[in-house]
């Protein structure tokens, strides 16, 4: 049964600064992999999408990298604002399903402090 | 605009009643999900459809019922059998289940039993 783990749950960054979210899946035959954005009391909003073929993925100061061998994929954050205080999360879909059921994380927590 | 409607936002619901959620989206999509979210937790597949007229028991089924009688359509009743039923619900889609496309996700609905 694919794991998905994020860790940490939680991060705090004054603004500006550079940061790496982690995200750890335990079967390596995965179709692709997603990170969201989740505001309190909200739904999910879509950042990246990394198809199993792709290494990474950008999307302005986002950038999300993939490699399937280790299990691990990583969202880079450019210069962080105090508007990139959210959760994300990241979700995997395995290769061997016929069906999109994909496997969530916890997600991490982040505050941007001005 | 393209995207996914859940109504209502919020609900309130008094012990023994079902209540029915609605997802309604104009993304021409196949599959649609209901995940439900609990405080500091990752999400859970309730249901899950990737066709009209077809649908699947996720990994938390019990004491939800849905059907899928339009393509655009996905709503999902909490039965009174539901032991646990106050979380936020998510409702997603995707191109196609099988295809495993990106996942989009509504705004959700809070429910709260009182």
């Known amino acids: 049964k694919q794991e998905v783990t994020q860790i940490p749950a939680a991060l705090s960054v004054p603004e500006g600064e550079n940061l790496v979210l982690n995200c750890s899946f335990t079967?390596?035959?995965?179709?692709?992999l997603q990170w969201f954005r989740q505001d309190p009391g909200k739904g999910l909003t879509s950042l990246l999408l990394i198809q199993s073929s792709q290494r990474e993925q950008t999307s302005g100061r986002l950038n999300a990298s993939l490699d399937k061998s280790s299990g691990r994929s990583t969202l880079y954050i450019a210069a962080s604002q105090p508007g990139d205080s959210a959760t994300y999360l990241c979700a995997v879909l395995p290769y061997n399903t016929n069906a999109g059921k994909s496997t969530f994380g916890d997600g991490t927590t982040l505050t941007v402090k001005p | 605009d393209g995207g996914i409607t859940q109504s209502p936002k919020y609900l309130f619901r008094k012990e023994g009643q079902n209540v029915t959620l609605s997802c309604e989206q104009n993304?021409?999509?196949?599959?649609m999900y209901w995940y439900r979210q609990d405080p500091g937790q990752g999400l859970r597949l309730i249901y899950y459809?990737?066709?009209?007229?077809?649908?699947q028991k996720g990994d938390i089924a019990e004491g939800y019922s849905v059907s899928r009688e339009k393509k655009e359509s996905f709503p999902l009743t909490v039965t009174s059998a539901q032991k646990n039923p106050t979380a936020f619900y998510l409702c997603a889609s995707s191109i196609s289940g099988r295809a495993a496309g990106e996942l989009f996700f509504g705004e959700g609905s809070r429910l709260t039993v009182l």
């Open positions: 993304l021409n999509h196949d599959a």
């Open positions: 079967d390596s035959a995965i179709y692709n």
């Open positions: 459809s990737q066709i009209v007229n077809d649908f």
